[in-house]
């Protein structure tokens, strides 16, 4: 158990260890496909984790996240094509429409429970569908955006690098996002949702204000997901109304879930094994969605905790097994 | 100017009058109780003066001079009442620590708390430093109680609403509460207790209101309340209507 406020040296020391792996991870990694693969693993973990901040830590179920992601592709994609804004830029746009939507979104439901968020956060997802579909002039309606421009590094050439470029783009992006939101989570804030989802009326009894707490929640959990989904226009160079639609949404949930809710770290590992495996079956065709289905339901029911859970599980076990041994 | 006047004050559900124009003012620095049988209304009443979940329906509480009326929950808080509730409540997930410091990072002293006020706020209630990790679902429910006095103290309150501090405690835990109380009286914090136990209500407060389905019975020396005759047929029923 924690005392209160700050990410510790142990945290500190693992992040900077696994950032240099994944940094060094190209040596090894040379072929284009398997970097495409650590990419989509980068891009989904953003989004996944972002998630977990408001679903997991706070409680609150939102089932307009993926739209903030799509909020964000469109963003980059009419920015750069329509507003011939350069990209750089319109990445940070998709991050700052993206939170200024979950602001939007949380005020509707500051006072609401459970079930009516998720219709509420749900309606709010198809509404920007339509609204994108309606303006098709604009947006492309149901054909999409084609031929977004993408970034331009100075003196390295994007296109013919085996998404070398992309692959450091996208590892920044995850290093800042799991920053931001392990500081979000080891802060009086984290502790305040914690306290709100723990118990209500307890914690507004003590000074904290629900309102508050959720907007600063759901707009935290927007950022990093805008910047990802505008990445993603950029390094797909092209939108569609596909990220909004329900497999999208239940790839991430699942990631979420899988992983252990409120642990940032589990949406990450979740997001790495599951893009890994859903390749490796990839050759059984319509049965992969059965497959994962199945086993996601597998690894909740044994651990509830999620894999997180489960790690978390055998290291205590390891090292009360090495303690045993240590003193007989 | 008293700490906090209580005016006319009702709460409704429905038809149903569960506080009815109860009024009162409590002066700064005091200890007042509040007794009386159950359903008449007594913690109906702290939930209307805290604002949590709802303020009075009728009336206004006015506390340091302001209205508290269409104040929210939290701002009443902040400005410096704190209240514990019947069942000892606390923030499961979190530490002992960290229970705390959610009293003292939203509590009226916000801008300055740190770990300094949590410390002293736990060690205050008898909480060891060694405790500080403890996961706050681990702990007993003499120390659940404990804690959830100890995040109101976090708070730097300037009044206490204590909700039956003694229900479900054992003689000497009771012993230990109505010290730790004085205590807390003795750094200037005004209190208003509820309480069933009589030993608690006799020795602490300083003057004595019971409530009756939601009215006002009594008001005044806690020992000449006591052996009221209608604040005993109030608790005991009318012997006539049981012969």
Request: glycine letters at 12%.
């Amino acid at each position: 158990m924690s005392m209160g406020v700050g990410i510790g040296r142990r945290e500190i020391t693992g992040m900077v260890v696994g950032a240099v792996v994944l940094a060094l991870l190209p040596m090894v990694v040379q072929d284009s496909y398997y970097r495409h693969l650590l990419i989509m693993v980068f891009i989904y973990g953003i989004v996944a984790s972002s998630w977990d901040l408001s679903l997991g830590y706070a409680g609150i179920f939102n089932f307009g996240h993926m739209a903030l992601f799509g909020i964000g592709l469109y963003t980059y994609g009419l920015a750069t094509t329509l507003l011939g804004i350069s990209p750089w830029i319109a990445l940070l746009a998709g991050g700052v429409l993206a939170a200024l939507a979950a602001a939007l979104i949380s005020l509707p439901i500051l006072r609401l429970k459970g079930i009516y968020v998720v219709l509420v956060t749900f309606a709010f997802g198809q509404l920007v569908v339509q609204l994108i579909i309606s303006q098709s002039d604009y947006t492309g309606g149901n054909q999409g955006l084609v031929r977004i421009p993408s970034f331009h590094i100075p003196g390295h050439n994007l296109m013919r690098d085996h998404k070398l470029g992309f692959y450091y783009i996208a590892l920044i992006l995850l290093c800042c996002s799991t920053v931001f939101l392990r500081l979000m989570v080891r802060s009086r804030l984290g502790l305040a949702i914690r306290a709100l989802r723990d118990n209500e009326e307890y914690a507004t009894s003590r000074g904290i204000s629900i309102s508050r707490q959720r907007l600063i929640t759901m707009a935290g959990s927007a950022v990093f997901t805008g910047l990802a989904g505008a990445f993603y226009g950029a390094y797909f160079r092209n939108a569609s109304t596909d990220v909004f639609g329900a497999s999208l949404t239940t790839l991430l949930l699942s990631m979420v879930l899988l992983g252990g809710i409120s642990t940032i770290y589990g949406s990450l590992l979740a997001a790495l094994l599951l893009t890994i495996f859903s390749e490796m079956i990839a050759g059984l065709g319509a049965w992969r969605p059965i497959v994962i289905g199945v086993l996601i339901i597998l690894v909740m029911l044994a651990y509830p905790g999620g894999l997180y859970g489960a790690i978390a599980a055998a290291a205590r076990a390891l090292r009360r097994l090495g303690r045993r041994q240590a003193s007989p | 100017m008293s700490i906090l006047e209580v005016v006319g004050v009702s709460k409704l559900f429905g038809a149903l009058r569960a506080v009815d124009d109860v009024s009162f003012t409590v002066e700064a620095g005091e200890i007042f109780g509040i007794a009386g049988p159950n359903g008449s209304g007594k913690s109906t009443l702290f939930n209307t003066i805290s604002g949590i979940p709802f303020g009075p329906d009728e009336g206004r509480v006015v506390f340091q001079g302001q209205d508290l009326s269409r104040l929210k929950g939290h701002v009443i808080a902040r400005m410096g009442l704190a209240r514990t509730f019947q069942r000892e409540t606390a923030f499961d997930t979190l530490s002992v620590f960290e229970n705390a410091l959610m009293g003292a990072s939203y509590g009226r002293a916000a801008r300055g708390a740190g770990a300094a006020e949590v410390t002293e706020a736990l060690q205050f209630v008898g909480f060891d430093k060694a405790m500080f990790r403890r996961p706050a679902a681990e702990l007993s429910v003499y120390d659940r109680k404990c804690l959830m006095l100890a995040t109101a103290l976090a708070m730097s309150p300037r009044i206490l609403l204590l909700d039956e501090p003694a229900s479900g405690l054992t003689k000497p835990e009771i012993e230990d509460s109505i010290t730790l109380i004085r205590r807390i009286a003795g750094r200037g914090i005004t209190i208003l207790l509820i309480e069933h136990v009589l030993t608690m209500l006799l020795t602490l407060s300083q003057r004595l209101m019971v409530l009756n389905q939601g009215r006002m019975l009594i008001l005044g020396e806690p020992e000449e309340v006591v052996r009221n005759p209608e604040v005993i047929r109030a608790y005991l029923g009318d012997r006539r209507r049981a012969a």
